[in-house]
């Protein structure tokens, strides 16, 4: 079995501050981690991705994100908030031995004020 | 390459009536899926297909739903007859491998009236 879950709905920052989009994850085996995003009336758009290796990936438009083994968790960051990057963010998460077959979250709503 | 291509993007159609939604995945791609997005459900996998066999239909609704692939450049979702709590956001998306990430089309937009 595998489950996301994005504890927050919803996520307000400012332009310029940090931004912090959680993620946590359950599943059988070793995961592989994704974060999307999507624009209003658009598809998802892949951001990043943890496949192995390094715990720190980095990803389109100056995202990053931590993969974390011992907290489950996978949260999506970025040192300067920008306008543009207010939209709805998911994780995603597909065990090692599932083929084809990820798991996405509920999505978390980002929306950075100037 | 133009991405996941999806048609049509906005379907307006009356209970009862059947409808047929398009994609072409991205050449190349050996594994396909349609979602279907609401607000209150959030992303479901509806199902998916590897190297055009239907691997995991789980997450279609029920029997008035229907999917093929009969080549690897063409795929139908198929919902006959069909409701008015049907209407949502039906998305197809491809993937290269079992590890990459998928690449989702534009969504086609259903409401059934």
């Known amino acids: 079995a595998q489950s996301v879950a994005q504890p927050e709905d919803q996520v307000n920052v400012a332009e310029g501050n940090p931004l912090t989009v959680k993620c946590t994850y359950s599943v059988s085996g070793n995961p592989y981690l994704f974060w999307y995003v999507q624009y209003p009336n658009r598809g998802l758009q892949f951001l990043l991705k943890y496949i192995t290796g390094d715990n720190l990936v980095k990803g389109s438009y100056g995202f990053e994100a931590e993969f974390n083994k011992s907290q489950t968790s996978f949260h999506l960051k970025k040192p300067s908030a920008l306008v543009s990057d207010s939209a709805l963010y998911f994780c995603?998460?597909?065990?090692?031995?599932?083929?084809?077959?990820?798991?996405f979250g509920d999505g978390t709503t980002l929306t950075v004020k100037p | 390459d133009a991405g996941v291509i999806q048609s049509p993007r906005h379907e307006v159609t009356e209970m009862g009536q059947e409808v047929t939604l398009r994609c072409k995945p991205i050449s190349g791609h050996d594994y396909l899926f349609w979602y279907r997005q609401t607000m209150m459900r959030g992303l479901e996998l509806l199902i998916y297909?590897?190297?055009?066999?239907?691997?995991?239909d789980s997450g279609m609704p029920e029997d008035r739903f229907s999917a093929k692939m009969p080549n690897a450049s063409f795929s139908t979702l198929k919902i006959q007859p069909s409701e008015p709590r049907d209407s949502a956001v039906y998305f197809c998306a491809s993937s290269p491998r079992r590890v990459h990430e998928q690449f989702f089309g534009p969504g086609t937009r259903l409401t059934v009236l």
């Open positions: 995603a998460v597909r065990a090692d031995t599932n083929a084809g077959k990820s798991t």
């Open positions: 297909f590897n190297n055009n066999v239907p691997i995991d």
